[in-house]
Each structure stands twice: as structure tokens, then as C-alpha cells.
């Protein structure tokens, strides 16, 4: 680990970490998630530019990987070495269902700064840092840079807007969420010591009333 990334990690730790209601939301949700989350065009293709953008084997991190479909699916059945992490246990119950052949862990994707899943040549972090409050999400991508070998890819998606730790209904909980306009949601990975592959968004409606529209950015990012 760089002395930067170090100087992140302990910035990272004077944070106030405030999950609460989080993991609980999720635990009550369980697979109504990919119920009202029906169509992930957008997902399986930055999944497979991850999948097929590194050697057969390669070790990948899936921060927040929910229920494990698609993804953790996805990057199995290309061949890699998947470790999933998600603060809700009901959601890691339906994971460990669905990829059996992933090793998945409970706990808050910031403790992962303390290194012990080792590193990885890929991460995937779909939906996930949008949990965060805001002056989070820098730390967060400074520590999954730190987790990625050098050239190592980040899959990240996030949902475009301005709020900060905004509390919202969602199938029948309210979740916090947080968001950037995508200049600058570009400007904080760039800062955070990635370069954008590339970039796809796309207008999703969920099949669910309880859940509002959104638009859907995918960055596919390298480890500077
Ligand atoms: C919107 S869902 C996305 C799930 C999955 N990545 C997908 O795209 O299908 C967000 C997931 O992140 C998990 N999560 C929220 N905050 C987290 C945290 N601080 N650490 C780890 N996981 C978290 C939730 O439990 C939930 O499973």
C-alpha cells in the first residue's frame, strides 16, 4: 500500500459510520430486489467488460453484492475467483444460494481497508458506494484502488443525482442514498487514482411503483 493510500485509510477512520436501517432494509427485501430490478442490460455489460477484460482465473471483489445475480453469476461462470461482501445477511443467505462456487463474507465494505481479503485484479461495485453518505465515497474508492493490483479494473455504477445520505422509500423501506451529476461523480474517481475505460448510462424505470425512475451511470475504470 502506497503512503497516499495509507494517509486515505486514516482519513477513512475518523469518519462516522452511520449504517443504521441499511442492512435491515436489505435483510427485508431479499429477492424482491431483482423482482423490481427485472432488466440489467446495463450491469451484465460492465460485468462482462470486467469478465473479459481479465485472464480466465483472475481474483475479483464484489463490493455489496446483494443477492448475487447477475453478477457474482456472471463472473463465476467466466471462469474467475469471486469473493462477494454485503452488510445484510439476508442478502448474502440468497447469495451463497445462488453462487455456491463464490465465497461471500458479512460486514461493511469499509472494513475492508484492513487488507485481509488480500488483493484483487478486479472489483465490481454496482449499486453499492450509492449506500454511502457522500464524504464517504472518496475514501471508498481510494481503498478499493489500494485493494486493485496495479492496472487493475473497478466496474462501478451509480445512480445520477445530487443529494447527499437522502432518505427515500424503497419496496416498502427507506434506504439513505447518495449521488453526483456525472461531471463530477468523473472527477471524484479520477481523483480517487482512476482512469475511465468507458461510460454507458441508461433511463431505467423499476418494475415497481414503490421505487422512483433513475438514470444509471456504468464507469468502467483502471487502476492508474
Ligand atoms: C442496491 S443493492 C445492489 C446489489 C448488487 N450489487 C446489485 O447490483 O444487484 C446495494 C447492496 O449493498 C449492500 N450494502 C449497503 N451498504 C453496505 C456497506 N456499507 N457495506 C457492504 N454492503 C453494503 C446492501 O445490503 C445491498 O445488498
Redesign the pocket.
Known amino acids: 500500500m502506497s503512503g497516499d493510500d495509507q494517509r486515505d485509510y486514516d482519513g477513512y477512520a475518523r469518519l462516522g ?1 452511520d ?1 443504521s436501517g ?2 435491515e ?3 427485508a ?1 431479499g429477492n424482491r ?2 423482482e423490481a ?1 427485472p432488466h ?1 442490460e446495463g ?1 451484465l455489460a460492465a460485468g462482462a467488460w470486467l469478465a473479459e477484460s481479465l485472464p480466465p482465473g483472475s481474483r475479483v471483489l ?10 457474482a453469476r456472471q463472473l463465476i461462470d467466466a471462469g474467475h475467483e469471486v469473493t462477494g ?4 445477511h ?3 443467505e440468497l447469495a451463497r444460494a445462488n453462487v455456491p462456487e463464490a465465497t461471500f463474507h458479512a ?5 475492508l481497508r484492513d487488507g485481509r481479503l488480500g488483493t484483487f485484479d478486479g472489483v ?5 458506494l ?3 453518505p457522500r464524504p464517504e465515497i472518496p475514501y ?1 474508492l481510494r481503498m478499493l484502488h489500494g485493494l486493485l493490483r496495479p492496472g487493475g479494473l473497478l466496474a462501478l ?1 451509480m445512480v445520477e443525482a445530487d443529494v447527499d445520505d437522502f432518505s427515500m422509500p ?1 419496496l416498502g423501506h427507506t ?1 439513505r442514498v447518495s449521488g453526483y451529476l456525472r461531471d463530477e461523480l468523473r472527477q471524484v474517481v479520477r481523483d480517487a487514482g482512476f482512469d475511465i475505460a468507458g461510460e454507458s448510462s441508461l433511463a431505467y424505470a423499476p418494475a415497481s411503483t414503490d421505487v422512483p425512475p433513475e438514470i444509471q451511470i456504468f464507469l468502467n475504470l483502471r487502476r492508474a
Request: glycine share 12%.
Open positions: 459510520l449504517r441499511q442492512a432494509a436489505f435483510d427485501i430486489y431483482d430490478f440489467k450491469q464484489d463490493v455489496g453484492c446483494g443477492t448475487g445475480l447477475p453478477t461482501i454485503d452488510l445484510s439476508g442478502m448474502l460486514g461493511d465494505l469499509a472494513g465490481t461495485a454496482f449499486f453499492a450509492l449506500m454511502l471508498a455504477s424503497f434506504i
